[in-house]
């Protein structure tokens, strides 16, 4: 078991709080509905996992690994005033494990009760590209590599309004690259590095 410490960069009181991230053999248990009600937004009503958990019904009585992300008992949901239940997730791999690990953070951090939440005021800036504008002798199937940050306190990069075009034609439209462009995303919501590859022809 790992603790992770979240905190929000527009909260000037510096809340912190504790997640443990760890690895639980559940029992499978025979529930009657086709997802577990804890984990199904139509059941519970409240979004725990972001994608359906499915029904682990096994006659054997086998047992499976979950990813478990736990808040404290006490931190309560700002909508529901209830205690902010854990983050389950079922399919993990060692090259998803962080994504997995940050998307679940984000979720739980989403309901946390902050106080006194300052705006976001602060635009992204595009910190440099790779090669520079006015570079000469430049391989054109080389890869072009942007880098845009958020300068803090932000809520972070909303990927889903990021248009981008090249030589007038469009690469990535509201965060997804356009179909046969292949684009890269690395970072995090306040610092990413975007990688275009270009379209390369070998005839």
């Known amino acids: 078991m790992v603790v992770f410490y979240l905190r929000n960069s527009r909260v000037p009181d510096d809340k912190i ?22 984990q199904s937004p139509t059941i519970s009503g409240v979004a725990a996992s972001g994608t359906e958990f499915p029904n682990l019904v096994d006659q054997e009585g086998e047992s499976t690994w979950l990813l478990v992300v736990a808040p404290p008992r006490d931190e309560l949901d700002k909508d529901t005033g209830l205690p902010i239940p854990p983050e389950f997730v079922n399919v993990v791999s060692e090259a998803t494990l962080h994504e997995e690990i940050q998307a679940a953070m984000g979720r739980i951090g989403s309901r946390v009760d902050w106080p ?40 972070g990069l909303d990927l889903s309004t990021l248009n981008m075009t090249v030589n007038g034609l469009p690469v990535i439209i509201s965060g997804v690259a356009e ?18 590859r270009p379209k390369r022809s070998y005839n």
Do not use: C, M
């Open 116 to 155: 006194d939440v300052l705006p976001d005021t602060s635009p992204p800036k595009l910190i440099s590209i790779e090669p520079p504008f006015d570079a000469t002798d430049v391989n054109i199937q080389g890869n072009v590599i942007y880098r845009i940050t958020e300068p803090l306190p932000s809520a």
């Open 17 to 38: 709080v504790p997640l443990t991230v760890s690895l639980q053999l559940d029992s499978v248990k025979p529930f009657r509905t086709p997802v577990r009600s804890d």
């Open 179 to 196: 179909s046969g462009e292949t684009v890269d995303f690395r970072g995090n919501v306040f610092d990413y590095r975007i990688i275009y």
